[in-house]
T-cell receptor, first 115, second 111 residues
């Protein structure tokens, strides 16, 4: 298996522009998580899906952030409009089952810079 | 407020030395995991512990889950430069479905 695949690896955009981050989870994993990592706040959970359904989006910072999972093999995280404070590394992770004991497999992340 | 506190935040040691990093919480977890993250990559799962007092060994790494399942430690024997990375603990509560990550310990092993 190729693991969790994220694209793009790097994104530089101007403030106010729309940004879309993409994720392909591991086949057979039914839970998908979006995290944001910064030096100040560490890894923060933004939203997670189980069987393509959003379960908890309480970590989404504001209405500018939205996430979708139209099928079991694809998810997007969209920021519109983007702001400099959104600059961070965004990770997608997938897992088998709903119990966290199974552990997460992370993608390599998307480094987002908003100027 | 960080639910899982890791210490130390930063650790720089010479190759061959031993070290221990700690993960502490006031909450009880049903499982505790350790991940290692290298620059430019996502965290990679090292181990999962589920039983209070459990000890697991992975080559030179020894992981322990506290008896009360509120804390954990990671001990590395004879550290090597390849051990360099950010070590993250993560606690799971089965009912909550998601992991809570600690703030991390940045380890640098100098040759």
């Amino acid at each position: 298996d190729a693991g969790v695949i994220q694209s793009p690896r790097h994104e530089v955009t101007e403030m106010g522009q729309e940004v879309t981050l993409r994720c392909k989870p591991i086949s057979g994993h039914n839970s998908l998580f979006w995290y944001r990592q910064t030096m100040m706040r560490g890894l923060e959970l933004l939203i997670y899906f189980n069987n393509n359904v959003p379960i908890d989006d309480s970590g989404m910072p504001e209405d500018r952030f939205s996430a979708k999972m139209p099928n079991a093999s694809f998810s997007t995280l969209k920021i519109q409009p983007s702001e400099p404070r959104d600059s961070a590394v965004y990770f997608c992770a997938s897992s088998f089952g709903t119990d966290p004991v199974y552990g997460y497999t992370f993608g390599s992340g998307t480094r987002l810079t908003v100027v | 407020t960080q639910l899982l506190e890791q210490s130390p935040q930063f650790l720089s040691i010479q190759e061959g030395e031993n070290l221990t990093v700690y993960c502490n919480s006031s909450s009880v977890f049903s499982s505790l995991q350790w991940y290692r993250q290298e620059p430019g990559e996502g965290p990679v799962l090292l181990v999962t512990v589920v039983t209070g007092g459990e000890v697991k060994k992975l080559k030179r790494l020894t992981f322990q889950f506290g008896d009360a399942r509120k804390d954990s430690s990671l001990h590395i024997t004879a550290a090597q430069p390849g051990d360099t990375g950010l070590y993250l603990c993560a606690g799971g509560k089965g009912s909550a479905r998601q992991l809570t990550f600690g703030s991390g310990t940045q380890l640098t092993v100098l040759p």
